[in-house]
């Protein structure tokens, strides 16, 4: 099993920047892919940044060159670096790890961290 625990939210003025954290514990060898997804009040959630294990990086075209997502492997630790924050990156953000199982691909979600950008 995997689980993963979000950090790093907050409330910061349009223009401003936050780290989150995502700390994995658990059959961290078995994640092939770990990301960040949010999702907005009324909305969807939806795809913010992924990184493979193989070192694929997507990006949501919304945040392409404000954010940057990174691993460190030693700590089993991903991070999510935003930056020129918009009103309308304000949701919370949720860490998810995908996995392999007993033969099975499985999603796991964290609690989610809220972000908040004031214009």
């Known amino acids: 099993q995997v689980q993963v625990v979000e950090s790093g939210g907050g409330l910061v003025q349009a223009g401003g920047s936050l780290r989150l954290s995502c700390a994995a514990s658990?059959?961290?060898?078995?994640?092939?892919?770990i990301g960040w997804y949010r999702q907005a009040p009324g909305k969807q959630r939806e795809l913010v940044a992924t990184a493979s294990i193989g070192g694929t990086i997507n990006y949501a075209d919304s945040v392409k060159g404000r954010f940057t997502i990174s691993r460190d492997n030693a700590k089993n630790t991903v991070y999510l670096q935003m930056n020129s924050l918009k009103p309308e990156d304000t949701a919370v953000y949720y860490c998810?790890?995908?996995?392999?199982?007993?033969?099975?691909?499985?999603?796991?979600w964290g609690q989610g961290t809220q972000v908040t950008v004031s214009s």
């Open positions: 658990g059959s961290t060898f078995s994640i092939n892919v």
């Open positions: 998810n790890a995908h996995y392999l199982s007993n033969g099975r691909w499985i999603n796991t």
